[in-house]
Every structure is written in C-alpha cells, then in structure tokens.
C-alpha cells in the first residue's frame, strides 16, 4: 500500500487507485466532469488537472499512484487552469440558465461560481448547435448546453449496452447523436443519462419546465415497479413553496423521480418505470368506502365488515404483495388466524415491457413478494373454491369473476375501478407516497420509504383497518 | 549534395521501386543477417547503439522505445509504420513510400523479429494513392518471394503485414489516435498512462515509429551501428529527410547528413530563396516549431541538437521557407484553420480552444482586430499547453506563439490599422 | 453492399484473429468506391456483416472527411489551400477554377460533372500549387496546366 502526499497531507492509497480516488477518499475535493465512479475512464474534461511535484500538471483521474509523490490540488497554478478550463468549457455554453431545468443542481453552474468566477474572455460570436434535438420520445438533448464529457455515450455503451449514443463530426462541431435506427426509445434505463449529465444538455421530457428544483424536496422511496426494489427519491413540491392556485394538483402530484444511490441494491441507477411511476401512483383514487356502491363512512364500512367475518364460514383473504412489511406483519397478526390467507401476484409484465435482464429489471413486478412469501402461501391450489362465503381481496389484479356467486366481498384497494362498486364492502387505503413504511426485495435487502403527501380523508391506512377488523363486531343496537 | 547519403544513393526512375532493383542495391542483406546471424535482442542492442532518433516529430530514440517491449511475455505485439504524414510542409516519407518501398519492408521485418511482432502493419493517410499502390505492389512482391509469411528464409520465423489506409484525418498520424483509427473507430487519441508500448492495439504491446525511422532499421543492422554513428553528429548520428517547401527555387524532399550548415543547404541545395529575396524566417520542422528569421539561422546546422539550443526543432523535417514581403498574420490564419479543421474535439482546451484561435485570427484578418485578441492568443496557447490528451492542442499554440513572439509588430499593426503590412501577401512573385 | 462479400471475406484473412472491428475502414472504403458514397443500407448490412455496433460505423463515416454519404459529382476537384501551396499561388488557382466551373468550395456543378473541395495540406508541398482530382494527384499547377486539366476531365 503504496503513501502518497496530498497537499502535505499523507494517505495510504490502494496501489491500482489513481490520485483521484485517494484524493476524494480522503477528503480532498478535485472537481471532474467527465470522470464518474461507474463508467471508465476518459478524461476529456481536463478538469481534474493536479500538480505533482517534479512533474507539473496532469489529469487525476487517470494518474497512477506512486509511493512518495506529492500532489498539491489547490496550488496557484492548479487554481489558474481550473479558471481556464471553465474559460474553454464556456467559450460556447449558452447562458441558458434562466431556461436550463438542470440549474441549481448544475456542476458546471457550482464550478462556475466555485473555481472562476469571472465573465468570458472571448470576444467572439459562440458557435451555435442543436437546441432540440429529439433524442428518444423521453429525452430531449441540447448540443450548445452539451460539454461532449461523454458520460451518456459511456453510459449507453458500458452500462444499459443499448450501444445508442455516439459522437458526429469533430473539433468544436461535433455533436451527440443516437444511432440512426434509435435503440435509445427502446433502452429502458435511457433516464439515467440525464441525471449523469453534469450540464443541462439532457432533459426528461416528462420534468420540462415543469419546476425550478430548489421548490421541490426529494423524498426516500422505493420502486414497487419490481422485486429489485431501487431505492428512488421521489421529488414534489415543499410544502412552503405551494402555489396558491385553484388546481392543487401541482403540490400534490409527483414532480420527477430520480435514483437514490444504494450500493447493495441498484447502485446509482433506476429503470425508466421508476421514472413513470406517477403512471402507477397517479391513476384516479376510490375516495371513499361503500356498502354495494352506497357511500358510506368509516366506521359504517368497518361495521358491515366484521359482521360479514363473523358470519362467514370459510373466509379467504387475498393478500396484496404491494403491502409493506408492516402491512403485512399486521394482516398476518390482525387476521391471519381468521382467514385462509393467499398471495396474491398484483401486477404481471405489460406488454411490450422487459421482463428480466442482468442489470436491474426483474419478472416479479411486484415490490414485496418476499415478505408476503415469508408470511403467506402462494396461491396455486384453488384457493377459492365453491364453499368460499367470504373474499376480502386487498390490492390489485384481482379477477372477480373467480367468486363464487354467493360469497361476499370486502375489496380494500387505492384505485377507481368498476368492482369497487360492486363489493359488498370496499374500503379505500392509502398508497405507498401517503405513508412510511419498508419492502423486502428479492435479496432480501430491507428499503425504507417515506410519505410525501397526505391522504385524503375518505382514505384509510390498511394497517388501521386490518386492527380495526380485527375486532369483534359491535352488537348493533 | 548535404553531406553523405545513406537513402538517396540511386537514380530514380521508373523502375527503381521494383524488388529486382532493390535486391541489386543489397536489399533484403540485411533481413538475411538479422534472421541467420542475431538474435531479437541483438537486434535491438544494435538499433540501440547506433543512437537513432525518431523522424516523425520528437526525435525519441528508437532503442530506447523498443526495449520497453518485454519479450517473450505471451501476448500479440505489433509494429505499425505511421505513413500519415499529415503535417503541413513534410512530404519525405512519401519520398520513401514511392521510391523505395521495400527499404521499408525490409526494416519492418527486422524489427518485428526484433520486436517479437507476428503482425505488423502499414497506415497510410488515406490520400496517399500513387504512395499507397506503389507500397502494396511491394508487398505483393515480398510476399511473394517468401519475404512474408511463414518460415522466411527457412529460419522459422514468420511475419505478416497489412498495409491499412486512413480516410482523411490529421489527428490520426498522433500515435494512439492512429491506433484507434487501426482499431476500426474514429480517430480519439488516449490518455497515458498506459503507454502504447504497454497496451496499446487492442490493449497490446505496440511500437509505433515512423516511416522513415524504420527506414534507416536495415542499413544499420546490415553495415553496423558504427558506421550508422560515423554520420552526422554525436548528438544527432545519420541523415534526415528534409521536405522543402515555400520560396525557394527548388522545393523537393533532400537527404542532409546531420550537422550540415543550414545557409549552405538552402543557398546550394535549395537554389536559393524565390527572386533573390532574403529569408524572412523558416519553420524548420513542421508548423508546429518555432519559426526562425534569417538571422537566427545564420550559424546554425542542421542537427538535433542545434535546433533545440535555438529553442526549435527539426521536428517533422518539413521545412518551409518564407522570403521578405510575406504577411505573417495571414499565414497564421491559415495555421490556426487548419489546427481548428483537425481537432478530433475530445477534450476541452483543443476543441474550443482550436476554434477561439482561427476565429480571432479570421477577425484580425478581415480588419476588426481589437487590442486584446494578442493576449488572448498567448491566453488560448497557454492553456492548450500540456494540459490536453494529445500533442494537437500543444501544437496549435506552439505554431502561434512562434509567430507572434517573432513578429508580434505584424500582428499590433494588422489590428491598429485594419489592414495588413504586406497587403495579405503570401507569395514571393518578384525582387523586391 | 453484399456483392463485396467475398472480398470481404478475403480481406478479413488477412487480418489477425480478433479484429473484425479494424474492417470498418477498408471495408467502408471499398463500399464508396463501388458506389461512389456509402448509402444507409450499406450501414446496416456492414453492421450485420461485421457484427461492430451500428454507432461504431456512422461515427466513422461522419469523422472522417474522405468517406461521404451521398453522391458527390464525378470529378472531385480537391485543391489544397494549406501554407505552402497558398505561397505557390493556391488562392489564385481556386478563384480560376471557381471561375471556370462556376461553383464555390462545396458545391457542386448543375450538370454533375464536378464537386469542388478546399483541403488541408495532401503531402505535396514541394510540387505546389497541386490539387487532387479523384485519386489523383495534379502537382506544380500554372494557369496553363490548371485549364488543360479541367478541359480533359469529361
């Protein structure tokens, strides 16, 4: 382990590390653009540049260790290049910032202020590129913004492998640009190279001009699109920055979602369902519970609930594997003694989406299958049979065609759906962004999500009503 | 004649290219030595001994590139020749391509047995046709007469080359962005470490020299690193081929033996400057050295090391002469243009800086110059040195700042006055 | 581009095992001889052929300035305009051949006969003025031998 000295401090670095990484392992910033921990490495930026004593000036990222060398990160001449190369890097940047979506997570906006400082020294037109260019039918790029660092060419070649991206022309006119027959719509990771592009160069669609990021507050989540369970952060608005508008929709919906970096999960990076996950999380919601269709309150729901458990002789519950850990644990607890329990599989592949591949995207497209295994049996066996009198099915994907026709029904689900009008009782609960709560993944690694906003009123929390209903009925006066 | 000739010792005619007249100049001699009477490494300590400098551009000794070659280390290596010869003003590896193609052959043979090289190959720049079938039909004829292949001369030793063309592309003469370009892809120059000796097609040991390096590899090991050293300098031992260009009366590709009075070759070998003008300056070795006036040439000889004392180099060996009377500002333009055409974009200093210089140059030339575009060109150089992938970005600003220290005058009087001292001038059409 | 298959196939022979992807350029090469410029089909089918990613192909044909993906005219005047040759009189040259033909640097002319390019330095300082025709090289150009070259060129 070779000791190397970084602006006289000494370190142990690994002797395959380079400079870099012992540099910012050790707490020593060394601004970069192009260098990222998950692609190779290219060092086209320049930005990392570092002095090394007896040898002057060379990028970090690409620097072998070697034992007694002396790098200095912030000299006068590692200060006066870093100044430089932002000049270079924004001879031709439009000054779009009061356009750019990516301001106020920019890195080229931080190095700006952080490293230069000081207004073009150029006196010339800048030269002009694309501004819209239609990458895929979810990414719009724009060539002036684009710094060419590469890390979305890297990306497509070394981690999705859609092999999508790549460079045209030369010198200062070149430009990204997907491959002609446009893999890049069909990449189903495509997303993460707008959050790996350090400049606003890559935009998502869906987050156009949709808002400024310092108004929005990112909340831990997990992606219930799979048993992969990425752990996400799923980004509306902070409750200070509401606006004041007749349609609150815009403080209570989903603004973007974006990965949240987990080393034994997903790394840094999600699919694109879990971008989409406003398609899942923002469908229309059943708002409040129903005898038959008849709205009715709360209680009265519960009421007509625990009547129909007492009286039924062979109940089955149907159990949703998008129920939490703590949903779960508290079904098994609260009724698992007072139905026959089976899980239930509430979403299978759509059409047209990848089902399994070896990055992260698994078969199972549903977020807790592994706890609601360790709980409860598969459905195989008929588990509804002609002597079923009582169905409670919680979550979706359900075919009611399979109760009986005299059985009852209690349906405890989120969504707007034609049989919540017809259950017997139907009980509207919360979704995964109304509350806290932990999913198992396939590995067995335990995530934590968080709420983001508030259910509405009709709406119960299924752990509420899974105690509730466990509860002998009241006598009715 | 500049001195003793060690390439330029037959007449050129139709059919001196031809195997038949190579093997009567003592060709293939020294393959027959190498392979019958040495080993790889003797090979190598002879290249070594003889103290042969590279004659692509940086004059790095040969020996010593190809000792970093391990032998017998299990893995592929390869030998490229760099026929790219992209450089403005150098035109002599063309020379050997057409008119002795199989002196390179020869000196690949023996150095990929040298070298431990199976496959060896030729990269040719793509515009390079009559060079190229000129080198191919040499091929086919070595091929042919059992100089490729399997057990050559009946020693076991085997070799194969391809001569692969380029498609138009300056930045792929730099080493590593010809690799690249062998490898099938755009030319983009890499990072070292590691250096190509280590990884470098497809990630394997290689050895890139230039044409004309390789060239002088047969003569050596057939009359001996000794007598190699008995010509030109100590510091600077064989000849070079210098491509002339510009204002002289007889431009062409000479062979000066190192050390030769550099007045002497341009007055005699050259015939002179264009209309009996005087120099204004030279740029001794390819555009990116430092231009030298009449007046810093005077005393000075055509070696390595006299170049280097004048703060220049020999580089490329493309030479261009430049009479009295000729606007250096236009001339720079077109420099920067062309450095500007040829960036391949990678990283950032050469991609913008590239395009910044040829567009304050163009300002400059169409009159609307301001005071502060001279600092910005040392700015722009500054910057571009030593912090960029490849040579290219270093270059441009070495071609620039050439210029401006020498004649910095041209360049406040284009900007103040709006117009050039020499009315744009750039050729040398009559006495003054 | 199936036709050169066989050539193809040769030439892959002559290269190392492993180095399909060093192909791209000759065989590139070879397609805009047969055709005169590379069309979209050629990109897929080469793709297909040499099993690179298709990216790999379109990046080298946009990066590199002697391959093209539409027709040019048939005869491709590319005269050089680099130092040494604007010191032998380039720029006169050129405004005679714009004269000439009637076409500017990128263009080309109304009957298809000629595409006219201005490149960087081809390797000919010593001959210059010099332009390339084609393939071919036209060194120390005059006036003279400037219109004796365009009128021979049908």
Not at chain 2, 51 to 69: E, M, N, P, S, T
Not at chain 2, 419 to 432: A, I, M, T, V
Request: glycine share 8%.
């Amino acid at each position: 382990m070779p000791e190397i000295f970084i602006n006289g401090q000494a370190v142990e670095a690994g002797a395959e590390q380079t400079v870099l990484q012992v540099a910012l392992a050790n707490g020593h910033f060394v601004p970069t653009f192009c260098w990222h921990p998950q692609l190779s490495v290219v060092g086209n930026c320049r930005m990392c540049l570092v002095e090394v004593e007896g040898r002057g000036l060379d990028i970090a990222c690409n620097m072998p260790v070697s034992a007694g060398m002396k790098v200095l990160t912030d000299s006068d001449e590692v200060k006066a290049h870093r100044k430089a190369m932002l000049q270079f890097i924004t001879l031709n940047h439009p000054v779009d910032c009061g356009i750019c979506d990516k301001a106020g997570e920019c890195t080229l906006q931080d190095y700006h202020y952080t490293y230069n400082g000081e207004a073009s020294l150029s006196l010339d037109a800048k030269v002009r590129s694309t501004k819209y260019y239609n990458l895929s039918n979810r990414i719009l790029l724009d060539n002036e913004r684009c710094i060419l660092c590469l890390r979305c060419t890297r990306f497509t070649h070394e981690v999705s492998k859609s092999m999508a991206l790549g460079v045209e022309r030369r010198g200062d006119v070149s430009n990204i640009r997907p491959v002609e027959d446009r893999p890049l719509g069909e990449d189903p990771y495509s997303d993460n190279i707008v959050d790996i592009c350090p400049v606003g160069a890559l935009q998502s669609r869906q987050f156009l001009h949709k808002a400024r990021v310092w108004y929005l507050k990112p909340t831990p989540s997990v992606c219930p699109g799979c048993e992969r369970g990425c752990t996400i952060q799923v980004w509306h608005r902070k409750p200070e920055w509401f606006l004041k508008s007749l349609d609150q929709r815009q403080n209570t919906s989903i603004a973007r979602v974006t990965p949240l970096e987990n080393p034994a999960v997903n790394g840094p990076w999600i699919c694109n369902k879990a971008r989409d996950l406003a398609r899942i999380f923002e469908r229309t919601r059943a708002g409040e519970p129903m005898l038959k269709g008849r709205p009715v309150t709360v209680a009265a729901a519960l009421d007509e609930a625990r009547r129909l458990i007492g009286a039924a002789r062979r109940p089955v519950a149907l159990v949703s594997n998008w129920g939490s850990n703590e949903e779960l644990e508290s079904f098994k607890r609260c009724l698992g003694e007072v139905f026959h329990c089976h899980l239930k599989h509430d979403w299978l592949p759509e059409e047209g989406e990848r089902v399994e591949d070896d990055l992260l995207i698994r078969a199972d497209k549903n977020p807790n299958s592994a706890k609601a295994r360790e709980l409860f049996h598969e459905t195989g066996d008929p588990a509804i049979h002609e002597g079923t009198d009582l169905v409670l099915v919680w979550g979706e994907g359900f075919d009611f065609a399979r109760v009986p026709r005299q059985a009852k029904v209690i349906f405890l689900n989120s969504y707007l759906q034609p049989e919540n009008g017809h259950a017997d009782v139907f009980l509207p609960v919360s979704i995964q962004t109304e509350r806290r709560g932990h999913y198992t993944n396939f590995q067995g690694v335990v995530s934590a999500f968080e709420p983001c906003f508030e259910k509405s009123r009709g709406v119960s929390h299924a752990e509420d009503l899974f105690k509730a209903l466990s509860a002998p009925a009241r006598e009715h006066a | 004649m500049p001195g003793r000739q060690l390439f330029m010792t037959f007449p050129v005619t139709a059919t001196s290219h031809s195997l038949a007249e190579y093997r009567a100049r003592g060709g293939y001699l020294a393959l027959e030595k190498a392979l019958k009477q040495m080993k790889p490494s003797d090979v190598t300590k002879e290249v070594t001994a003889s103290g042969l400098q590279g004659r692509g551009g940086a004059a790095f000794a040969v020996g010593r590139k190809w000792q970093v070659i391990v032998p017998d280390d299990g893995q592929p290596h390869y030998l490229i020749a760099n026929a790219d010869e992209g450089e403005p003003g150098t035109f002599k590896d063309r020379w050997i391509l057409e008119n002795n193609p199989h002196l390179l052959l020869e000196s690949m043979l023996v150095s990929s047995y040298a070298l431990g090289v199976r496959n060896c190959f030729v990269y040719i720049r793509g515009e390079f046709d009559l060079p190229y079938r000129r080198l191919a039909g040499a091929v086919e004829e070595a091929y042919e007469a059992g100089y490729f292949g399997t057990d050559i001369l009946g020693t076991g030793f085997a070799c194969d080359i391809v001569v692969y063309r380029g498609a138009g592309a300056y930045v792929a003469g730099e080493a590593s962005g010809l690799l690249a370009s062998l490898e099938g892809k755009k030319s983009y120059p890499r990072n070292r470490p590691p250096r190509l000796t280590v990884k470098g097609l497809y990630q394997r040991p290689t050895v890139v020299n230039n044409v004309e390096s390789l060239s002088n590899i047969a003569g050596i090991i057939r009359d001996g690193a000794a007598a190699f050293k008995a010509v030109g300098t100590p510091k600077s031992p064989g000849t070079r081929l210098l491509s002339v260009s510009g204002h002289v009366n007889r431009p062409g590709v000479f062979e000066v033996e190192l050390g030769y009075p550099w007045m002497k070759f341009l007055e005699e070998d050259c015939g002179g400057i264009l209309h009996g003008r005087a120099i204004k300056c030279v740029v001794p070795g390819g555009v990116s050295s430092k231009v030298l006036t009449g007046a810093d040439i005077a005393n000075l000889n055509l070696s390595h090391e006299d170049l280097w004392d004048a703060g220049s180099t020999l580089g490329s060996g493309g030479m261009i002469v430049i009479a009295e009377g000729t606007c250096m500002v236009t001339l720079l333009r077109i420099l920067m243009r062309f450095y500007h055409h040829e960036s391949c974009g990678q990283c950032t200093p050469c991609r913008h800086g590239t395009g910044w210089l040829h567009r304050i140059m163009d300002r400059i030339v169409a009159g609307q110059g301001r005071p502060e575009d001279i600092e910005r060109l040392y700015y722009i150089s500054k910057f571009n040195d030593g912090t960029t992938i490849c040579g290219l970005g270093d270059a441009a600003g070495y071609a620039c700042t050439g210029i401006l220290d020498k004649f910095r005058d041209e360049f406040e009087y284009y900007i103040e006055h709006k117009r050039s001292r020499f009315d744009g001038n750039l050729e040398c059409l009559r006495s003054s | 581009m199936k036709h050169l298959i066989p050539e193809f196939e040769k030439l892959r022979e002559r290269f190392p095992a492993g180095f399909e992807s060093s192909l791209v350029l000759p065989c590139v090469r070879r397609i805009q001889e047969d055709r005169g410029y590379v069309a979209d089909s050629d990109v897929e089918e080469l793709t297909a052929y040499l099993g690179v990613p298709r990216i790999q192909i379109e990046e080298v044909l946009s990066f590199y300035t002697q391959f093209r993906r539409k027709p040019i005219g048939r005869w491709h005047l590319q005269m050089c305009h680099n130092v040494s040759c604007s010191m032998r009189g380039a720029e006169s040259l050129l405004t005679r051949v714009e004269r000439k033909i009637g076409i500017r640097p990128g263009e080309t002319s109304q009957d298809g006969r000629y595409t006219l390019s201005v490149v960087e330095c081809l390797g000919s300082c010593g001959t210059a003025p010099m332009m390339m025709v084609n393939d071919t090289y036209h060194e120390n150009l005059t006036d003279e031998k400037l219109d004796e070259l365009l009128a021979g060129l049908k």
